[in-house]
């Protein structure tokens, strides 16, 4: 069963949307105490051990969006692997199956069309700025900057990937209610852990400040990188 919802711009979407995307992201280690309070109620993060959570930085690249619905755009995002609280998890091993699922933070884009499409359906954080990506080779460099300021600048070198289908969800708040939404990958995924070919630095604007208090490790736990089909279904309340 699909639902049509028609967003502020006029383009109408059928749920699940599937986008075709490249992704390269990395995992950092962060302070507990830090993430669970940048997080909402209900949600508690997902530990490494009791004093270390995570934080995931993701550059993307769209080139379709629906059935070319609108055009294709870049975002950058900041996410922290979480669960529903009192969700029984693993430390270390529910962090790595899903290391790009968990409650997204901020979500630049680079279109008015794809911040209402995040936003109007499912509360994504999403603004619209200038984010300039590069790819050279494996590595893709990003810096996000709007009028207000830098908010992110970050370098992932991409792993090798192989064919693979993963699934996972992402939590988002839209209006007052709280949302989990089951996304899954399928293409080419691909992660190595440790090594030195990611960082990011946060800036002076307002967003950026805000995550510039969470203690956070400068060299990745894990880099990962996509050459998929990226699936985003309905957000269900979270009770």
Do not use: Q
Not at 97 to 120: H, I, K, M, N, Q
Not at 151 to 158: E, K, N, P, T
Not at 177 to 197: D, I, K, Y
């Amino acid at each position: 069963m699909t639902d049509s919802i028609t967003i502020s711009t006029g383009h109408t979407f059928e749920l699940p949307v599937t986008l075709s995307a490249t992704i390269a992201g990395a995992l950092f280690a962060a302070d507990r105490a830090d993430v669970a309070a940048l997080l909402p109620s209900g949600l508690e993060p997902v530990e490494m051990r009791a004093d270390r959570a995570a934080m995931t930085v993701l550059v993307v690249r769209y080139d379709r969006v629906g059935s070319e619905t609108i055009p294709p755009y870049d975002e950058v995002g900041v996410l922290f692997p979480a669960v529903e609280a009192g969700t029984r998890t693993v430390p270390y091993l529910s962090l790595l199956r899903r290391p790009v699922s968990g409650y997204v933070y901020t979500l630049p884009v680079t279109t008015e069309p794809a911040r209402a499409f995040g936003v109007d359906i499912w509360g994504y954080p999403k603004l619209v700025a200038d984010i300039d990506v590069t790819d050279a080779g494996r590595t893709r460099d990003a810096t996000v900057t709007t009028e207000e300021g830098t908010l992110l600048s970050v370098s992932i070198r991409r792993p090798s990937t192989v064919p693979a289908r993963l699934s996972g969800y992402n939590f988002t708040v839209r209006g007052d209610e709280l949302l989990r939404e089951p996304t899954t990958m399928c293409g080419r995924v691909g992660a190595w852990f440790g090594g030195s070919h990611g960082s990011f630095s946060f800036g002076e604007h307002p967003i950026g400040r805000e995550l510039n208090g969470v203690d956070v490790a400068e060299s990745p736990l894990l880099r990962m990188a996509g050459d998929c089909e990226f699936t985003i279904g309905e957000g269900k309340p979270i009770e």
